[in-house]
Each structure stands twice: as C-alpha cells, then as structure tokens.
DNA sequence: GATAGTTTCATACATATGTTTGAAATGCAA
DNA sequence: TTGCATTTCAAACATATGTATGAAACTATC
C-alpha cells in the first residue's frame, strides 16, 4: 500500500518550485526541503531527477492534449463530421492560452509550471516534446477534411503559424507587456484566442495562389549584408 | 600586443561546440580541448563562462539587428521617410530568418548558434534579449507611422505575431520537417520571409474595426469570425 | 640583454548536486 | 508478537565543473 503521500509531497512542491523559480535554479534538496521530505525519497520514488520532471509534465501535457482533443470532437459532431477551419484551430490553440494564461493565476502553479516548461528548455521535457508529432497529426488531418483539395503544404504551415503564435505568446508575455507598455492585455485570454484564430484561419483561407506557388515572392535581393566580423 | 589568437580561437570552438551539442552539454574543458588552450585562457581572456557565451550572442545579435536597421532604413528612404507595412516587417522577420535557416554557407555555425541560444535559454543570453525591447520600439514607430490612426494595441500584436511566426519557425524547424514528411521546405529561406510577412501583413491591415476595439470578438463564447476578405 | 608586462600552463581548489547505501522505522498480515 | 515488505532517513559518494593560483614562458621596449 503505497502511502504515496511523499510522492505527492514532492510532485507539488517540485511543480511549484520549478514555475516559481526555473529548472535551472532548483536542486532536489530544494525540492525536499519545501516537501519536508527526506533527500533520497525523490530517487526512491521517481528513479531520477530527470523522471520527476518528465511525470511533471506529461500530465499537464495529457490534461492539454485531451482537451484540444475534446474540443475537437465536439466541433467536427457539430459539424456533422467535418469541422470549420476556425472551430479547428480554435481547438489548437484555445486549452493551450487558456492553460498558460488563466486568470487563475493565484492558485494555479501548473499554468506557471508549463510557461517554464515552454521558455526553458530541458532534456526530459524536449523528449516528451517531441512524441507530440503524432497528437498534431490528428489536427492536420482534420484540417484536411475541413479543406479538401487544398495543398498540403500550406495546411502544415498554417498549423505551423498557429502554434507560432500561440506558444510565442506564451513564452514572451512579459516582455510584449512591457513592449505596449501594458496596451496589450494579457489576461483577455478569450480575445487572444479570438486574435490568434483569427490570424490563423485568415493565414489558412486566403488567396488561392499561395497554394500553388509561395505567396508573391519578389526577385529583389534581400538587404544588404554587410558582414564584417566582429 | 594581445595576440588574440587563443581568444579567436577560444570563441570558434565554442560557438562549434555550442551550436552542435547545446549549451547545456559542453563544458569549458570540452571548448579548450577543442581549441587546442589552456583551461584558464577562458577565465583570462573572458572573466567567466557567462561572459564568453554573452560576447558570442551579443556578436551575432548585434549583426542580426544592424542589419534589421538597415533594411528598415533603406524601405524609409525607399518611400520618402514611410516605409511601407510590408517592407518593415520584412525589414523585421528577415535578417532574423536568413541567419538562422540561412543555406549552409561559411561554417553555417554561426546559424545553428543561433538556433540554440533560440530554443536554450541560459542565463546570459536571457539577460541580452530582456534589452532587446528597445530595439523593437524603433520598429514599432516605423509602423505606427506606416499605418497612423492605426491603435497601438493592434500594432504591437502585429508585432508580435510577425515575430512569433519567424522565431517559431526557428526553434521548430525540426519538428515542421517532421510533421510536414519534408512538404514544408525550410531551405527556402526567401519562400518562408514571403509566408511571414504576408501573413502579418493581413494582421496588421485586415478589417478596420479592430483598429477600434479587438477583432470582432462576439458575445458568444465559441462565435466564429468570419474574417475571410484580406 | 635586462626588465616589465602579458600570456600560457599545470595543477589545485571549492563545491554544488544527483545518486547510492545500509540501517532504522513503519506498516501489514498471520 | 513475529516476520516480511515497504518506506524513510542520515550520511556518504562520486564527480563534473567553473574558478583561482603561482610559476614559467613569451614579448617588447629600453
């Protein structure tokens, strides 16, 4: 009977140390000490530091998938099978700001754990990452049902500036706070939403041509490049 | 007469290292050893780690931007003191863009650097890009004169996004490749400037409305925003 | 060629940090 | 209680890694 009472301990008080403060600058000992639990328990529990980390964020990640996986469903049912474009990316990119950008801000150390998970950039996190392929594969071939006929290419990259816009957001919210001089509000997580599908359907819908050949692409040499070494 | 050999040599190897393994993976040994120095020539010629990766980013940074500037500068010679919309953000996403997906040219270390100090996030490198807000603003001027009357709100989320698309595009090159099963070219350097720029272009000047109050953001919660004309 | 300043070198230092260990404590079943 | 499994604990371990040191080698000016 697995008490699992320090293991819990330390999950919370990892999630919460790490959003606080960065991976870079929190040891296992800091972890224990706010857990109040013994050093060895987290290797005991978890096998590494590393495995702490990847369980952190692989179930915030299933809570995020499984919701854009929801709304998804629900659209396509609404849609008689085949969803809008915009109800698409609406479930792309709505659990994702919702998640990171919450009002809940108080209480809610998961939606700070996964911003830190999103700026920082550390080994276990980047292997999870990159298992995501899969899940965005669903979204692309919804996409496809909901385009018929459109390039392929444009689609990925539409899916691509979506997730650009979303996840940049995201990671550089201070720093566009402090751009606009507090202009952009941050906390209108809907009108985010609304501005990044917007942006993203419109990017997805528009011109015809850009499905045949790249958009407009002038002949002019870009710039100067004057490069002189420093 | 500081022979500035074992410094060149120094920042070489450890912009290779740094770019093929990732900060977080090399280590002050590993760079001497590959430049052929002695251990304390790091902490003699450049005071500390952080120093030296600060001297390498800001290198490049400063390469990156004067070029921004000059490609800015020219479009606002171009248009008799206004640059248009279009050429600033090309003046914005460009250099950036060309650096860093750039053809493999000279060493493409310099690019994959790039990369890394785009997807890593250590410490120094934190600290320069947190002065890069000044910088922006020169960009968010040339804007709010391209398009007067235009709400600045609007203006520094154009921004924003102009920049999330490059920068994500960046950081996740590998991972579009993958997803796209190679349909999305990421060689094509001037294609991707064209995608970017297009598409921030439509943010920026798409329906005036939004210039007053956020886009057309419906009473209902999931409303759809029919936003197709660009 | 002597002297002073600069650079290089081998080596030591300090120490932060994840991990392991073996014993003690605790819980549970018979 | 006894005995077995699970969990906790203090301490040790290992060692990677940035930094400091002091002497030697080198360079240049006089």
Redesign the pocket.
């Known amino acids: 009977?697995?008490?699992?009472?320090?293991?819990s301990a330390i999950l919370a008080a990892a999630e919460r140390l790490y959003a606080d403060r960065g991976f870079g600058?929190?040891?296992?000992?800091?972890i224990v000490a706010e857990a109040?639990?013994?050093?060895?328990?987290?290797?005991?529990?978890f096998?590494?530091?590393?495995?702490?980390i990847a369980e952190l964020f692989v179930t915030r990640s299933i809570q995020t998938n499984r919701e854009r996986l929801n709304e998804l469903k629900a659209a396509e049912e609404k849609g008689g099978g085949r969803a809008s474009i915009e109800d698409i990316m609406r479930a792309l990119v709505g659990p994702t700001l919702r998640g990171c950008l919450g009002p809940d801000r108080e209480g809610s150390t998961a939606a700070r754990f996964m911003i830190r998970a999103s700026i920082e950039s550390v080994p276990p996190i980047r292997r999870i990452k990159n298992r995501e392929v899969d899940h965005l594969r669903k979204f692309a071939a919804a996409m496809r049902r909901a385009m018929p006929g459109r390039d392929d290419t444009e689609l990925y990259w539409g899916l691509n500036f979506a997730l650009a816009m979303a996840h940049h957001t995201i990671r550089e919210k201070e720093r566009l706070i402090r751009l606009s001089e507090g202009k952009c509000d941050l906390d209108d997580v809907a009108g985010i939403i609304d501005r990044v599908v917007a942006v993203s359907v419109m990017a997805l819908t528009t011109g015809d041509a850009a499905s045949k050949s790249p958009p407009a692409r002038p002949a002019v040499v870009h710039g100067r490049l004057t490069r002189q070494d420093l």
């Not at 009977?1 to 293991?7: A, C, W, Y």
């Not at 096998?47 to 702490?52: A, F, I, R, T, V």
């Open positions: 009977m697995p008490s699992d009472q320090t293991r600058d929190v040891t296992l000992r800091d109040n639990v013994n050093l060895a328990a987290v290797n005991y529990h096998g590494s530091k590393d495995e702490l």
